[in-house]
C-alpha cells in the first residue's frame, strides 16, 4: 500500500461517500477537453489553467468562474449543451473507464456490508451516462448532486445529504476526493477524508483538510479493515 498521508483509520468506517469525476472514474480529461471544444465551438480560447479551476465545481460555480474570465458575455445555455454533446461523442468511443482500483474496494465494500454513495457535483444526466459506460449503473443506491438544492463544495452539504440518505452520522463517514474543494467539504462536513490525487498534485498545504492521503483506491481497502 502507498500512503503520502496517514494510512490508519482513525476511527471506524461505518459509510464510504465518493466523488466521481477524477476519482471514481477517469474523466477529468475527457471533461476538460469537452470544455475546450465547447468554447472553440463558441470561438472562444479559454486557457488551460482557468479549465482547471473548475475541476470539483458545480455547473454554477463554474459559470462564474468562466464569467470572470471573459470581456464578452458568457452563454451557458449554449455552453453546457455543447459540452454534453462532446462528453456523450467521447463516451460513445470508449474514452471513458473506471479509475483504478475502483470494482475491487467496491467489491469489499460490499463484502464487509458498508454502505457507500454517490457525493457528485455533476448533474443527474452525466452521472448516468458516466456511471453506464464504466459499468457502475447498479453500485451506487445513494446519490446526490449537483441537480440537488444544496450549496457546492467547498460546502459540506453534497456529503451531509449523502450521509442523510444512507441514515449514517456524518462523524462515521469516510469521504473519497480528488479535488480540493471535495476535501474541504469533507473536512467542514466533520467526516474522515481520504484524497486520492488525480490531475490536481498533492500539496502538502492541503494537510489541514485530509487525514489520509494515497496514490489508488486501492490503498483505500486497508482503511476498511482498522
Not at 39 to 46: C, L, P, R, V
Not at 51 to 61: I, P, R, V
Not at 123 to 137: E, F, K, P, W
Not at 142 to 163: H, M, N, T, W
Request: hydrophobic residues 40%.
Amino acid at each position: 500500500m502507498s500512503f503520502i498521508l496517514g494510512g490508519t483509520s482513525l476511527r471506524p468506517i461505518r459509510a464510504v461517500l465518493f466523488d466521481m469525476d477524477g476519482l471514481l472514474i477517469d474523466s477529468e480529461r475527457i471533461a476538460m477537453e469537452c470544455d475546450r471544444r465547447a468554447f472553440t465551438d463558441m470561438g472562444i480560447d479559454m486557457p488551460y489553467d482557468v479549465l482547471l479551476s473548475t475541476l470539483g465545481e458545480t455547473a454554477a460555480a463554474s459559470n462564474q468562474i468562466f464569467a470572470s474570465h471573459m470581456n464578452i458575455p458568457f452563454n451557458p445555455d449554449r455552453f453546457w449543451p455543447l459540452t454534453q454533446k462532446h462528453y456523450a461523442e467521447l463516451i460513445g468511443a470508449g474514452k471513458l473507464s473506471a479509475k483504478p482500483g475502483a470494482i475491487e474496494l467496491l467489491d469489499e465494500l460490499d463484502r464487509l456490508s458498508i454502505p457507500h454513495a454517490l457525493a457528485s457535483s455533476s448533474g443527474t444526466r452525466r452521472i448516468a451516462l458516466s456511471l453506464c459506460a464504466c459499468n457502475l449503473t447498479n453500485r451506487f443506491s445513494v446519490i446526490a448532486c449537483g441537480d440537488d438544492p444544496i450549496r457546492s463544495k467547498p460546502e459540506p452539504d453534497i456529503f451531509l445529504l449523502a450521509a442523510q440518505r444512507l441514515h449514517v452520522q456524518p462523524q462515521d463517514c469516510l469521504v473519497l476526493e480528488d479535488s480540493l474543494s471535495g476535501i474541504q467539504a469533507g473536512r467542514r462536513g466533520g467526516m474522515q477524508v481520504c484524497m486520492v490525487p488525480d490531475l490536481l498534485p498533492w500539496q502538502e498545504t492541503w494537510t489541514p483538510f485530509c487525514d489520509h492521503v494515497c496514490t489508488t483506491l486501492l490503498d483505500v481497502i486497508e482503511l476498511l479493515h482498522f
